[in-house]
């Protein structure tokens, strides 16, 4: 499947725990753990296999930035360990003689290694660096698989290695804290002609010859390190049940003759499509094996150990990903590393493991997974890497990037020294950095020619990072006319390829298509060229049969057609040169199993003197987003899934919820067609269950110009009490997001309808899909899901709406009947209370109880001894409040209607600590309310430990009544504070711990020259606030106000950050808050507030703004400006 929100798989890990019964299994053979010891910790190595960013290439073209994001996404699922690949195949890393020996390292791989590890270990996170592949045996374009194997086979190329590679990577790095253990081999016995499966074969004998002598090397040049080997299955690392252990100290020593060459630890992998419970770690506990060293297990399926698709060898499966962690770890095993990082294929990634790589945390109680680090200063971080220029020779210099805002360091900030430590031409560029950060090139005018360049930012204790870039100063009306221009295509393989890359001039930097036949390429040469040739540097993903085209205004026309290329470098020569602004390669079928990849796209030509507007018409493919108005909404029905045909269209089963057991597209039941999909599902009425299916979106899609979608779901006549819900991903980070629960109608066919508004940026949605469940009835069947549906509604006048409110409970020294709903286990007693109220003198005094482990709520509810009709009422609204102890609770309104008393709840609100917090549920939501039951709320939280009491008071239904639409007219905007120069009496909020200085800048604005700087600190571990209020010395009267508007900045690395609006209003101060917005990176956004949502702002007391994150850690200044209110215009 295809890459997931982490944020999912965290909250999956506390699911997991509450829902399906996740108890500690006593281990099968009683015997103690077998953990790995570094630096004197006893660990438990608990993680995934990154295995690599770029495949075969991360030690000479490091991709930070993904590094970093890899790294992050281990430390929140609470992994400690990733398994990284280094030369795998041989193909840029090491380097070979002409006599096939090796010579040595390329000029940053030990650079890059070890910024690589510091990265890691600042993080907590352990490294498994993998030295080779059975990869390094095949053979395919680029890799030395003959030189590959004399180097297994030959003592003295086996010796060239080790001298010229080998011990100058483990000196380089001896001691280096990040580093677990150097493994030798990745599978090697899949090069081999008893076990294997690659290209060119060796024999058993050789690898342990091979893994003796480099094990030796290692151990003698950092006689502390670690040294162990990869194996493909236990077949060849145990002597049980008439299996060999090639790798026992003995063995080894036998085969290669250096007594130091033998391994530390064990690793082995299992993957349960090829191999029954006979070779399992996941069906045999440690004890099993009778290993003499500890056993980590190094691959296995993300996903879980069960069908993947391929088929499933052993008796037993673990549906649950936390309970194969639980085994691995109860059961003498010294680690587990999930396959891999990534995901995009059946074996999962680090979403999916994610839950497991939690549980397993918590089993463990910080005492064998959490890594000592100690106090460390951190690297200062590349934020914004600077891309490769090409730069016009008609100006004589060009500003780059603004180094500011590249580096940034944890401890300093941007207070880094910088310098330029590499340039390759310093006599055709000099390269300046201004005292502001602003790194800028000169040249004479008419200069060609290409530079390498590298800055490097050092912090206060002496670490430092660097950047390298080529700058290419050409002429843009002659010679290669795609350099640096603008390049679009019909995929990407990942955001390490894009088109960009074949047109930087830079033979190191490639786009790569996804892998499929029928891609394309487009260059926009920015003007009308004659153009006389046009060459294709393939990388070893070349294309076979395609073409080139020109665009002629209204159609694409071939001029070059190549049916059967080899690769390389292909070349197109026009006897009659063409006349062409958009050029196109029409890639039809590749030439290997892997995508279309260019290292460079070139077009020679010169600029043209009659520029054919004809000819400069953009291309449907190629068109971009204009500023122009968007042309009206209409009203429109966009079928997305009909499951027509017995297919299931892309959608999978969510095994992530135990509930389901099984789906496919089926013909027994359908809304619109004969299709539909059918999931089987098991619930037990015990507790909450469910099961759900989605659909990945490999690109993303764009629904923001549809307003809802819908979905039919039907359930059979005895699935009484199940509700369903629609949830997508979205965003850069595949942000989670769900609708509120509807409720399904037994034996019929219910739409579930839900506002695309309400779930996050569906700009850019990546998965969407539907979960059923109950918590109350025991079923065993099929419901099915049909007929998905994007709607655009028309946009039209609405009615100006007020609202009447009815309190129906005060809790005035009275429970006034209302019950503590003893199904949660969260709650401990009830009562009435004068110690809290927001309305009179009393409120419910509920006790509740949380361990901080898992999902633990509490509720209280009211039965009405008759149903009650609150149709006629819009809303119901209700005042929480929990202590300044309580973070992270949430609560929700829940109603039982209609004749079978059906269950309803609204989504989780988020309860400020310390304050009252009003939850407002929409009564449309909420099913059958002409015929309401029951009425209750509950409070809950999954990661944190309380004991006491919150309150729950003020209990309203609201009724809106319309009254006659007005003239729209639009406002009128009253700056209240520009801060120029002085904060306006503005204080920080001390309440809130992210908070850490406030002051007036004129660093940033977006109006004149002043605005609020807001020193703020997060650690990304936990959610974390800073923020800022005005206390106005009398109450002010805003009633004649239609909303308030603030701008608030966040810089570029300060992502995944919301801000809220507060007020402070009435005769007690009540406080109300508007939902989370959403900032964008390094962009000023707009924050406005429907004040009509707020409370009574006849009388406003105060006004804040408040900023966090609870993923990203960040050090550094927010800015605030312009805060101003909107009068409706007269």
């Not at 033998?262 to 506990?285: A, Q, R």
């Not at 590349?382 to 940034?408: C, G, H, R, W, Y």
């Not at 449309?924 to 015929?931: D, F, P, R, V």
């Not at 509950?938 to 309380?946: I, L, N, Q």
Request: glycine share 10%; aromatic share 10%.
């Amino acid at each position: 499947m295809y890459k997931r929100a982490l944020s999912l798989a965290i909250v999956l890990a506390v699911v997991l725990t509450s829902i399906l019964n996740l108890t500690p299994v006593v281990a099968q053979d009683g015997s103690a753990p077998h953990y790995v010891n570094h630096n004197g910790q006893d660990l438990f190595l608990s993680g995934i296999n990154l295995a690599w960013i770029s495949f075969a290439h991360d030690l000479s073209d490091f991709n930070e930035l993904a590094f970093i994001k890899a790294l992050d996404d281990v430390a929140a699922a609470h992994g400690n360990t990733v398994r990284w690949w280094l030369h795998t195949n041989g193909n840029t890393s090491p380097i070979y003689g002409e006599d096939g020996k090796v010579t040595g390292l390329g000029e940053h791989d030990i650079e890059n290694l070890k910024r690589g590890l510091d990265l890691a270990y600042e993080r907590g996170i352990l490294v498994l660096p993998t030295l080779w592949s059975h990869d390094m045996m095949n053979d395919v374009e680029g890799v030395p698989a003959e030189a590959n194997k004399l180097m297994i086979e030959d003592p003295a190329y086996t010796q060239a290695y080790i001298d010229n590679a080998l011990i100058p990577m483990v000196t380089a790095l001896k001691g280096h804290p990040a580093i677990v253990g150097w493994e030798i081999f990745n599978e090697p016995e899949g090069t081999t002609s008893s076990f294997g499966w690659t290209d060119l074969r060796t024999e058993m004998n050789y690898i342990q010859q091979f893994i003796n002598l480099l094990a030796g090397a290692i151990h003698r040049t950092d006689p502390d390190v670690k040294v162990t080997n990869g194996s493909w299955n236990m077949q060849v690392l145990t002597d049980v049940d008439g299996m060999m252990n090639y790798y026992t100290d003995e063995r080894l020593i036998e085969a290669g003759g250096d007594p130091d060459g033998t391994l530390d630890f064990y690793t082995v992998h299992y993957y349960p499509e090829y191999f029954d419970e006979t070779t399992s770690p996941f069906h045999n506990p440690y004890s099993h094996w009778e290993l003499d060293k500890p056993l980590v297990i190094g691959e296995f399926p993300a996903a879980g150990i069960k069908n993947l698709g391929n088929g499933y060898k052993p008796r037993k499966s673990f549906q649950n990903i936390a309970k194969v962690m639980q085994y691995i770890y109860e059961n003498g095993y010294a680690g587990a590393l999930g396959w891999a990082y990534t995901g995009g294929n059946e074996f999962g990634g680090i979403v999916d493991l994610a839950a497991g790589l939690n549980w397993v945390n918590r089993l463990d109680e910080g005492v064998h997974i959490a890594v000592n680090i100690g106090d460390i200063d951190h690297l200062p971080t590349v934020v914004a890497p600077i891309e490769n220029q090409v730069v016009s020779n008609k100006e004589t210099s060009a500003v780059i990037a603004n180094l500011n805002d590249v580096f940034m360091d944890q401890e300093d900030g941007t207070n880094l020294t910088y310098e330029i430590t590499q340039n390759s031409a310093p006599d055709k560029v000099q390269v300046t950095v201004q005292d502001t950060g602003e790194l800028t090139v000169s040249f004479a005018e008419g200069a060609l020619g290409a530079t390498t360049l590298e800055v490097t930012a050092t912090d206060s204790a002496g670490n430092y990072s660097r950047v390298r870039f080529v700058v290419q100063i050409t002429d843009p009306d002659l010679g290669n006319v795609a350099l640096g221009k603008t390049a679009i295509s019909s995929s990407d393989e990942s955001s390490s390829y894009v088109p960009a890359n074949a047109t930087d001039g830079v033979e190191t930097t490639r786009w790569s298509s996804t892998y499929e036949d029928n891609q394309w390429f487009i260059v926009d040469l920015d003007g009308v060229f004659t153009i006389n040739q046009i060459l294709l540097r393939w990388e070893a993903a070349f294309g076979k049969n395609y073409e080139i085209q020109a665009w002629d205004g209204s159609t694409w026309q071939t001029v070059f057609t190549e049916p059967n290329s080899d690769g390389q470098i292909d070349e197109a020569i026009f006897e009659t040169p063409i006349q062409a602004q958009f050029i196109r390669l029409n890639a039809i079928q590749r030439g290997t199993q892997w995508g279309f990849s260019l290292w460079e796209f070139e077009v020679y030509g010169a600029r043209s003197e009659n520029q054919d507007a004809v000819l400069a018409q953009t291309p449907p493919d190629f068109a971009a987003p204009t500023d122009e108005a968007a042309a009206p909404v209409v009203t429109d029905v966009s079928q997305q899934f009909s499951f027509e045909g017995g297919d299931a269209q892309g959608w999978v089963m969510a095994d992530f919820w135990a509930g389901g057991k099984a789906l496919e597209a089926s013909d027994a039941m359908a809304t619109d067609g004969t299709g539909a999909l059918k999931l089987t599902i098991s619930t037990s009425g015990t507790q909450w269950e469910e099961a759900g299916a989605f659909v990945d979106f490999p690109d993303g899609v764009d629904w923001s110009n549809a307003t809802n979608v819908s979905v039919d779901v039907y359930v059979p006549a005895e699935a009484a009490n199940f509700l369903a819900q629609v949830f997508v991903k979205t965003g850069a980070d595949w942000t989670w997001a769900n609708s509120a629960d509807a409720a399904l109608t037994p034996g019929e066919w219910t739409t579930v309808t839900v506002d695309l508004s309400t779930l996050g940026a569906i700009n850019e949605l990546h998965e969407v899909g539907v979960k059923v469940g109950s918590g109350s009835t025991a079923f065993e069947g099929d419901v099915f899901i049909d007929n998905l549906t994007l709607v655009t509604l028309p946009e039209t006048e609405e009615a100006a709406v007020v609202t009447e409110s009815a309190q129906l409970f005060g809790f005035e020294g009275d429970v006034e009947g209302w019950v503590m709903a003893d199904f949660w286990a969260g709650g401990k007693s009830l009562g009435a209370s004068d110690a809290m109220a927001t309305d009179g003198t009393g409120a419910l005094k509920l006790t509740v109880s949380t361990s901080g482990t898992q999902w633990e709520e509490g509720g209280a509810y009211f039965d009405f001894p008759e149903a009650v009709d609150w149709s006629s009422a819009t809303a119901v609204t209700v005042d929480v409040y929990v202590p300044a102890e309580a973070v992270n609770f949430l609560a929700q309104v829940f109603v039982k209607t209609g004749p079978d008393w059906t269950w309803a709840n609204t989504a989780d609100t988020a309860l400020t600590p310390g304050e009252w917090t009003t939850v407002t549920a929409d009564l449309s939501t909420l099913g059958a309310i002409n015929e309401l039951h029951e009425i209750g709320v509950k409070v809950g939280s999954g990661s944190t430990a309380f004991e006491g009491d919150i309150f729950i008071d003020n209990i309203q239904l609201v009724t809106a009544v319309a009254v006659a639409p007005a003239e729209v007219a639009a406002g009128t905007p009253s700056l209240l504070f520009g801060f120029e120069g002085d904060v306006e009496g503005w204080v920080m909020a001390d309440f809130w711990a992210g908070g850490k200085a406030l002051e007036t800048s004129d660093a940033m604005t977006t109006e004149g020259t002043g605005a609020l700087k807001l020193t703020i600190s997060t650690s990304g571990t936990q959610w974390e606030e800073g923020g800022v209020y005005f206390d106005f010395p009398d109450a002010v009267d805003w009633s004649t106000v239609t909303s308030l508007t603030v701008d608030v900045y966040v810089p570029a690395e300060a992502v995944n950050f919301l801000a809220q609006v507060f007020v402070k209003t009435g005769p007690d101060w009540t406080w109300a808050n508007t939902v989370d917005t959403a900032l964008t990176p390094g962009e000023w956004t707009t924050i406005t507030a429907d004040l009509s949502t707020l409370g009574a702002i006849n009388e406003v007391h105060e006004v804040g703004v408040k900023v966090g994150s609870g993923s990203t850690a960040f050090e550094g200044d927010v800015f605030i400006d312009n805060v101003t209110l909107i009068s409706p215009a007269e």
